[in-house]
């Protein structure tokens, strides 16, 4: 079905609790959106997708190649990189540091060039500065490179974390609600910049997003998911307008309402 | 300004010790001008060129006065050492080690085995090997600590914070325990009497032993602080720095968590091996009672007294500590002895009628523990912080 990325019956149970059921979900291209109520199990999703959690059921292919049981440091070496919800940056690093470990799985030196010092250390180590300040850039950090993180205001510590996961250099981007905490302004920003990179980088990306507004303008494709079920996927109108949906969000007198 | 006075303050420091080579203070103050030539606002030559004279020419001379102060000098580079090494692996990577001279004693042992006739009770014949073999035997006592390292990590590079912080200092606990009672079956360690004589290396015989001995300490001193900075500016150090402030999200980045942390082990491990058997060769006897739990404590009160992730901070710490130890109480002691012992009042109080406890030598942890206090409410970060890398990215 998908050529890039592919999860088939994904199933994750918490003790009693099930997060996730027997979600099928595919990308090959442009920007998905994965939206529900909270507590959906969104989250949960992106954790089994990025190898924080093993799914109790379920296949996940990234290329065609199965990335269940692999540790996250090695699917994001496969190309696929993650946002967190709650901003994980390192927070006592400067901005460019921050880019600059995005970059480990691409480092190719040895403890020896390390203490060496030779040439094949300076060359590596001045690209990886260009290219941070590149990514940084990107996302109009590129004078804050040398800021500690943590002294970041909040939008561009977002903006940080984008340029952090786009350091590595994915084929696929799972960003966890990029827009939140943003005002309505920042979040078009943002997604006119996510458009660019989807663009220029030939990147694919998934959102999990609560924006409606955001979502419906900037998805090719929504998937839907309710008490960890996927309850409808198709383009945004459609997903829109599907009664199921209504439902999840509004309840069911609202659907009938709609309905009729 | 602060060049005159820098340069004013060292030479008058370092000629007032000469003159006063039983004065305490007046070393302290030549070693606080090192400190203040390290901060002071000059050229970077001239604060180089200055350190460079102090540590090579005045330090020396000071210790043909005072031999004793050569020999402090000596401890405070073997305890920088392994406070920098200390450094990587709790400033750095933020895994709390607290069994850290269990590594130290790994490397100990090995030259004392190999160093002293006590070879022969293991091996038959053809101990202790010939002095020279004391220099092969800092890359033996490297790779074997580091090796210990790896095998310690591997099982507990699970747990993290409180757990680690015990597992760690029971495997302390453990290799002391081992060189305690490993005299029967087999007699490996020699068990509580201990290793003697242990050989000491050849130096060259233009200086007296001593000289030489702390040349040879200086040197692998600057060997350790250049490996941890080339180590800490690279992908390597980023790595670890980034397990530090949030592990989850440094393994998301692509940073393999297991083998990071191993070699932030093996790295640590490997700085007290070397210095394990430099401090064989230079104490001669070697007992399990030299690597107490105590001493894992000592060296991270170094680290965290100096600044986490800081190799000035880890130098100045170990610095402190040591010169606290081994001077500052001891001196305090000596002078309260004279008084007491001249029968001064103060205050109406006859001195001579202090308890003899009241020593304070005897005091040191407690000292420690209240400077450690002291530390954590008013400079959490250290005397010297880490500071962050400022760079122009180039286009």
Redesign the interface.
Known sequence: MSALFEARGVTKHFGGLTAVHDVTFGVDGGISSIIGPNGAGKTTLFNVFTGLYQPDAGEIAFRGQPLVGLRPDQITTLGVCRTFQNIRLFSNMTAAENVLVGMHSRITLSVGDVLGRGARFRDQEAGLWRRAAELLERVGLRAKANEVARNLPYGEQRRLELARALASGPALLLLDEPTAGMTQGEAVTLMALLRRLVGELSLAIILIEHNMRVVMEVSDRVAVLDHGEKIAEGAPREVQSNPRVIEAYLGRRAAARAGS | MHTVAAVVLIAASGVGVTVFPRSILVFLVFQASLVFVYLARIPEWLRWSLLAIALLVMMPTIGSYNGYYLEVATQVGIFAALALGLNIVVGLAGLLDLGYVAFFAVGAYSWAIFGSPHGNVLFGGGFPLPAWWFYPFLLIGLGVAAGTGVLLGLPVLRLRGDYLAIVTLGFGEVIRVLANNLDKPINVTNGPKGITPISRPPLPPDVSYAVGFYFLVLLIVLVVVL?NR??ED???G??W??IR??Q??????????VRAKL?AFACGASFAGVMGVVFSAKQIFINPESFTFLESIGVLAMVILGGMGSIPGAIIGATVVTVLNLQVLKGLSLWLNELKNAGVTLFGYNLANLPTQLEPAKYERMIFGIILVLMMIFRPQGIFPAR????E???
Do not use: F
């Open positions: 490996v080339r180590l690279s992908h390597i980023r790595a720095e980034a402030e949030d989850l999200a440094a393994q998301a980045m692509g940073v393999p968590l070699l962050r890398r400022q760079r990215l180039g286009e």
